[in-house]
C-alpha cells in the first residue's frame, strides 16, 4: 500500500523505456497482436484471473448497487430543494469517483505520469505521501484525446486529486444507447449525463437545456439590486469532459479520418483522428460566461506500438483480470482561455480545434518516439510520477455510509414506532 513518488529530472536525463516495435500503416489487426503485449505476459494463471474476475465483479456489482438505491432515496429531495437534490446527488456521484478508483488501484494499479505546459504552471504539485494535487478550477470544460475506454476513469481520478475536490461535479456526454444499461443508464442519468444520439438537430434542444442546467446561478435572484446580496450569487462546480474525436482510437475509426481529411483537403494525423468541432462550439457558446478556460489533456499509454491501438492491448480481461495494465499512462495538460477563441465563427474555430489536434499529434509523436512527453513547464522539474489511489485506504467505505444512514434512520423511526404502539 506505500506509495512512492519519483520526480523525473528533465526528459532528456530521464532513463528511456524499452523502444516499441513500429507497425506499417496498413498493418492488420492478427499482426498488430502478433507481438509481445506492452506489459509483457500475463502476471496470473486462468485460475487466479477467475477469482479476480469474481472478486471484481462483486466488488463494483455491490457498488454500483448501494449507489443507485442512494440515488433513489434522495430522488424526494428533487421536489422538495433543488440546490439540496443537487448537492446529494454530487456525493452520490463521489461515492462512484472513490468506487472506480479504489478498483484500479487494486486490480489495475500503474503509474501516473504527468507534465504540462507554463500555462498550468502552479497548478500541479506533489504531496508528502507521492500523490499529486492538481489546483484546477471549480468551473472548467476539459477535451482530451480518446485513446481507449479507461480515459473517462483516469480523467475522473483527476477531479478527486484536485483541491477543492472535484470528483462529485464531473458531467460526461454519452451515446444514447448507454442510457438503457441496466442501473448504469438511470445511475448516469441521476448524475446529470448527457446522452446524445449524435445527430445534431435532435441533440440541440437536449444539450441546450442540460448545459443551461449548468450554467444557472443560485444564491440571490437576478434582479435583487444590492451589491453585496449581489455578490451572493453563484455557479455550481462543474467539469465538463468532452472528447471531440466522438469515439477511442480504433482502426476503424483511423481509417474513417483519413477518408474524411482526403476528401476535405486536411492533414490526416499519425496518432489521433481529426476532431469534431460542432458540439464543442456549441458547449462553448453555450457556457461563454460561466467558464473561463478549457482545460486539454493529451493522454498517451505506456508500450503501445506505432501503428497500434490501446484498445487492442488493454482489454477489460488483460487490464483487471490477467494483470496486465498499463505500465505507465501519461499526461500532459495545456491551458486555453474561452476569451481567445474564436467562438463567433463555426468554421474559424472549426480550424482553430483541428490546429491544437495537430499540436496533440505532434505531442504524441514525441511521446511514441521517446517514451516521454516534453517535461514540465509548469513549475516542477522534469515528470511527476504517482498512482491511481486515495488518499486512505478506507476510502473506499464512504460508498455505504449514506445508505447505512438511511438504515439507522429507518430502523430508529420503526422502533419508534413499535413502543408507541406496545403503549
Same mark, same amino acid.
Given at each position: ?67 443507485h ?7 424526494? $429531495?428533487?421536489?422538495?430543494?433543488? /440546490?439540496?437534490?443537487?448537492? %446529494? ?24 505520469? *504527468? ?8 497548478? $500541479?504539485?506533489?504531496? !508528502? ?18 485513446q ?9 481520478? *483527476?477531479?478527486?486529486? =484536485?483541491v477543492p ?9 454519452? @451515446? ?28 440541440? !434542444?437536449?444539450?441546450? %437545456? ?5 450554467? @444557472?446561478?443560485? +444564491? ?13 450569487? #453563484? ?10 474525436? +466522438? ?18 483537403? $486536411? ?7 481529426? !476532431? ?9 457558446? /453555450?457556457?461563454?460566461?460561466? *467558464? ?8 498517451? #499509454? ?7 491501438y ?19 499512462? =501519461? ?38 518516439s ?14 511527476? /510520477?504517482?498512482e491511481?489511489?486515495?488518499?486512505y ?14 438504515v439507522?434512520?429507518?430502523g430508529?423511526? $420503526? ?8 403503549k
Open positions: 500500500m506505500t506509495s512512492e513518488l519519483r520526480q523525473r529530472p528533465v526528459a532528456n536525463a530521464a532513463p528511456a523505456p524499452a523502444p516499441t516495435p513500429n507497425l506499417s500503416a496498413n498493418a492488420s489487426k492478427s499482426e498488430r497482436l502478433n507481438i509481445e503485449h506492452p506489459s509483457g505476459k500475463a502476471k496470473h494463471s486462468q485460475l487466479v484471473a477467475l477469482l479476480r474476475l469474481l472478486s471484481f465483479v462483486a466488488y463494483f456489482a455491490t457498488g454500483l448497487v448501494v449507489i438505491i442512494t440515488q433513489f432515496l434522495g430522488a424526494p $429531495l428533487y421536489w422538495i430543494n433543488r /440546490e439540496f437534490y443537487y448537492a %446529494y446527488i454530487a456525493l452520490t456521484k463521489q461515492s462512484f469517483g472513490l468506487l472506480v478508483t479504489a478498483m484500479t488501484h487494486w486490480w489495475a494499479p500503474t503509474v501516473i505520469r *504527468v507534465s504540462g505546459d507554463a500555462s498550468v504552471a502552479g497548478q $500541479l504539485s506533489l504531496t !508528502p505521501d507521492g500523490r499529486i494535487e492538481a489546483k484546477f478550477p471549480e468551473r472548467l470544460v476539459m477535451i482530451a484525446n480518446h481507449i475506454y479507461t480515459d473517462w476513469l483516469y480523467l475522473w481520478w *483527476v477531479g478527486y486529486t =484536485n475536490a472535484m470528483h462529485g461535479h464531473l458531467y460526461i456526454i454519452l @451515446k444514447e444507447s448507454l442510457k438503457y444499461i441496466p442501473i448504469i443508464g438511470p445511475g448516469c442519468m441521476f448524475f446529470g449525463f448527457i446522452f446524445l444520439s449524435r445527430k445534431m438537430a435532435t441533440d440541440r !434542444p437536449r444539450l441546450s %437545456y442540460r448545459l443551461g442546467k449548468l450554467k @444557472k446561478k443560485h +444564491g440571490v435572484p437576478d434582479d435583487d439590486n444590492d451589491d453585496d446580496e449581489q455578490s451572493k450569487q #453563484y455557479y455550481d462546480p462543474m467539469w465538463l469532459l468532452l472528447f471531440p474525436e +466522438g469515439t477511442n482510437l480504433s482502426d476503424n475509426g483511423r481509417v474513417k479520418s483519413g477518408k474524411w481529411a482526403e476528401k476535405m483537403g $486536411l492533414k490526416d494525423m499519425q496518432h489521433m483522428m481529426l !476532431p469534431r468541432s460542432t458540439g464543442t462550439f456549441f458547449c462553448l457558446n /453555450e457556457l461563454k460566461g460561466t *467558464v473561463d478556460y478549457v482545460y486539454d489533456c493529451t493522454v498517451a #499509454y505506456e508500450g503501445v506500438p506505432r501503428g497500434g490501446g484498445e487492442e492491448y488493454f482489454t477489460l480481461s488483460s487490464t483487471y483480470f490477467h494483470g496486465r495494465p498499463p505500465k505507465s499512462v =501519461n499526461f500532459y495538460w495545456r491551458r486555453f482561455a474561452l476569451a481567445d477563441m474564436p467562438l463567433h465563427d463555426q468554421e474559424e474555430f472549426d480550424k482553430w480545434l483541428r490546429d491544437r489536434w495537430y499540436e496533440k499529434d505532434a505531442l504524441m509523436e514525441q511521446y511514441v521517446t517514451g516521454r512527453f516534453p517535461a514540465n513547464g509548469a513549475g516542477i522539474e522534469g515528470h511527476i /510520477e504517482t491511481v489511489r486515495t488518499q485506504w478506507w476510502e473506499f467505505l464512504k460508498i455505504f455510509i449514506m445508505l447505512g444512514s438511511f439507522l434512520i429507518f430508529s423511526i $420503526l422502533r419508534a414506532l413499535r413502543n408507541l404502539a406496545g
